[in-house]
């Protein structure tokens, strides 16, 4: 099993709709978790950290689940300019520390 | 504030070369990370400093090797180049070392191997 493992994509949604990225991961010691969007050849950008209780910046949700392992990020009301590719990223207290998903691309469709 | 600048921002080198990529962190940064970006991939941890000493390191050989100054700016050395190590390499800065802090990243060197 992959150390981090991220819903394969493209997903092509159309404006408007509500988009919804898992993301698994193994190590039950993880301790703290991202999501990161990256545009075509830029550099990832923080969207959000994920906290236990979840939490919500606009139309971004993002949920954390320790028991099952895995994280979400819900998008809602989906505007062009959230196409990007969708990287998890998983911080975790040994040598290898930070953990990206291969990520998942979006394209919103007009 | 300053952002995470890198230096160059495109290389091209052949087989069996070295290489040295720079990174300036984002003022107030202490802690840099390097990561291997390969098309269509996520990025890959290669390492991390923090006050001038490595701080984790991923699955890379020994000739990728790193630098930390008093400044927090880093380097990032690659020996006997291959194909293999054509990528995006990525450098992000964050604050002391802790999990709990998000990456803040440059915009990359583009290495070219041929």
Redesign the interface.
């Known amino acids: 099993r992959k150390e ?1 493992e991220q819903d394969p994509g493209p997903f092509n949604v159309p404006e408007g709709a509500t988009v919804a990225f898992n993301c698994t991961y193994s190590n039950s010691a993880s ?2 978790f ?1 999501w990161y969007r990256q545009d075509c050849r ?5 969207l959000m ?1 994920v906290y236990s209780s979840g939490n919500e910046d606009g139309r971004f949700t993002a949920q954390l689940n320790r028991a099952s392992q895995y994280i979400s990020l819900l998008i809602r009301d989906s505007k062009l300019s959230d196409s990007a590719t969708y ?1 998890c ?1 998983v ?13 998942t691309r979006l394209h919103i469709l007009p | 504030e300053t952002g995470v600048t890198q230096s160059p921002t495109h290389l091209i080198k052949t087989r069996g070369q070295q290489v040295t990529l720079r990174c300036s962190s984002q003022s107030g940064h202490n802690t840099v990370s390097w990561y291997q970006q390969a098309l269509g991939q996520g990025p890959q941890f290669i390492f991390q400093y923090y006050r001038e000493e490595e701080n984790g390191r991923g699955n890379f050989p020994p000739r990728f090797s790193g630098l930390q100054f008093p400044n927090y700016s880093s380097e990032l050395n690659v020996n006997a180049l291959e194909l293999d190590d054509s990528a995006l390499y990525l450098c992000a800065s964050s604050l002391d070392g802790l999990p709990d802090q998000p990456q803040h990243f440059g915009d990359g060197t583009r290495l070219s191997i041929l």
């Open positions: 981090v301790q703290s991202f830029k550099e990832p950008k923080l950290s990287l990223v911080n975790q207290n040994r040598d290898d520390k930070i953990i990206f998903g291969k990520g």
